[in-house]
């Protein structure tokens, strides 16, 4: 398809045209214009054939930005609220398997009445449900003496989409799961056979088990053929490419779930299955690595709570002696991505601009100080303090924590 | 005719309410979701013993799920010396991977000061390790090396061997360490 797209390629053809002379006009702010001439004028050849696949403009560069164990999604050059598939965040503990689904099966056993086995096709036939909702790895803060740094770096462990599957109910349902079970082993099919458990109570809720993602089949980044979903809750627990669910009276104790993603809480303690993604925002523009000018700016950025919706959004444009509301973008879904926005006119002196989120339960985003003595002074999993940007007079926008 | 199609519904209605009375489950679950579907659809196959044991390889802290075997410290340090030293060091402190093996003079955490229970060292090893040849251990050499890491943290004796009946009994330095997760819906910052 490249190569068809290739005869016809727009660009080639400019490229053998040379702009014989640049026209200069000047705008209000004095600022220089160039008029478009004839020659440089897409409309005058006609463009290329429809193919079976969509692409990106070549004008646009959308990466993640990858380390050996994950991939972060690139907050500060996304609209709207749905992450496109292929930049949605990545964390693998033994890298991508390759699955064929014909040969993959999800068994149920443990404290269930009939024990079963699924293939993706049987998943298929199941009442289906789809839910907008947002994926957070809760080891997603980092920050950066500099101030150099990017939304994507600072918390792009964060993503969205539109996940389809059938409600792990409905599986509970079928295998008979007895009322003494009180946890579940979720197991993946990957290399680090990446186990978790999870209360039953969810399972019942609205845990999925997803096979699509934003209308086609979910990618093998993020757990083909199935995945289990769990709607609010920390990423490594929705565990990739399922394929063994076993209900217990008890949670098991993984290595992920001691080891890791436990958090020291003071006091010598350390704290365990913290499953809820507490409320969290950050603006995405204005941020580094852009640079702004004095004038009108539309700040804008995406808030989101493991807890259900966003009510609030404040924002304070001078360090946060005072907040104002922002304005949310419609629809605002449970445990969700939510966009906010809020026009602003800037002088050009230097100042702080945040965000902080507000979630239905009452649950306000606390500052990065707060959080900190909350937890006894330590730092790491479920960190999700206000994020604030410095605005330097030339126009450079560093992050400043708070 | 019209008469006939309403006594038909009638029937046919009458039909689904005794499908879904014979259907629904012997017992209510506490969360057990206010919906409509049918309890069971007759979908996927039923799984065998057999079909079970070929994935459930999980250990619980109990120690339900051990298979038989034993294991010693010698043992799993000649192991460890040739399959884990050159991701974790030769002691188990250097890394560059995962440290694993208490030093009082960092703050990595490993088995010695963070790990609450003995059989999640056994579990992991048994299904994720080697990182290059994950599951490929024999639950014999699984046990020699969870008791050389035990050993190495100064948890057990060099001369103690592991076995499916001790492992669980196994006091770690950690254990009185974990809360659980306290935190609820509400404005409180935990």
Partial sequence: ?402 | MIRKSFAGIGVLLFTFYIAATVSAPATTHTYFPADTIPSRFGFGAPASEARIAVWDIDVRPDGKGLPEGTGSVIRGKEIYQLKCASCHGVTGKEGPFDKLVFDPDSKAKTIGNYWPYATTVFDYIQRAMPFNQPGSLTPAEVYSLTAYLLYENKIIEETTVITKNNLATIQMPARGLFIPDTRTDGPEIK
């Fill in chain 1, 1 to 402: 398809m490249d190569t068809t797209r290739h005869k016809f390629s727009r660009r080639e053809i400019l490229k053998s045209t040379t702009i014989p002379f640049l026209v200069l006009a000047q705008s209000e702010q004095g600022k220089t214009w160039q008029i478009p001439s004839a020659e440089d004028d897409p409309a005058k050849i006609p463009g290329a054939p429809v193919g079976t696949l969509g692409t990106r403009s070549a004008f646009e560069n959308l990466r993640k930005t990858a380390s050996d164990i994950s991939a972060r999604t690139p907050l500060q050059d996304l609209h709207g609220m749905i992450t496109p598939s292929d930049l949605h965040f990545e964390r693998d503990h033994a890298g991508v398997p390759e699955i064929n689904p014909e040969k993959h099966e999800l068994l149920i056993h443990g404290m269930v009445e009939r024990p079963l086995v699924f293939k993706l096709a049987d998943l298929k036939r199941f009442p289906s449900v789809s839910r907008i909702a947002f994926l957070e790895c809760s080891g997603n803060y980092r920050g950066k003496e500099s101030g150099e740094i990017s939304p994507q770096e600072i918390c792009g462990l964060t993503s969205q989409s539109e996940w389809t599957g059938v409600k792990l109910s409905t599986l509970f349902r079928e295998a008979g799961v007895r009322n003494t079970a009180t946890w579940f082993l979720a197991e993946g099919g990957d290399a680090a056979v990446m186990t978790r458990s999870i209360p039953v109570r969810k399972g019942w809720e609205d845990a999925i088990v997803a096979y699509a993602q934003n209308g086609e089949a979910i990618r093998p980044e993020q757990g083909y053929p199935f995945r289990l979903f769990l709607p609010g809750y920390e990423g490594n627990t929705n565990i990739k490419w399922l394929r063994r669910i076993e209900l217990s009276d008890e949670p098991f104790h993984t290595r992920e779930e001691t080891s890791k993603y436990t958090e020291v809480v003071g006091e010598g303690k350390i704290r365990q299955f913290s499953f809820v993604m507490d409320a969290r925002s950050i603006i995405t523009f204005p941020a580094y690595p852009y640079h702004v000018e004095k004038g009108w700016i539309e700040i804008k950025g995406i808030a989101w709570s493991g807890r259900g919706k966003i009510v609030r959004v404040d924002i304070s444009t001078n360090g946060g002696k005072s907040w104002e509301k922002s304005e949310l973008q419609d629809p605002v879904l449970d445990k969700a991505h939510t966009r906010f926005r809020f026009l602003w006119q800037w002088d050009g002196t230097e100042t702080v601009i945040l965000s902080r989120a507000v979630d239905e339960t009452g649950y306000v985003q606390p500052t990065l100080k707060i959080l900190k003595e909350a937890r006894g002074g330590y730092m790491g999993y479920h960190y999700n303090p206000v994020t604030g940007w410095l605005l330097k007079p030339a126009g450079e926008v560093l992050f400043q924590p708070t």
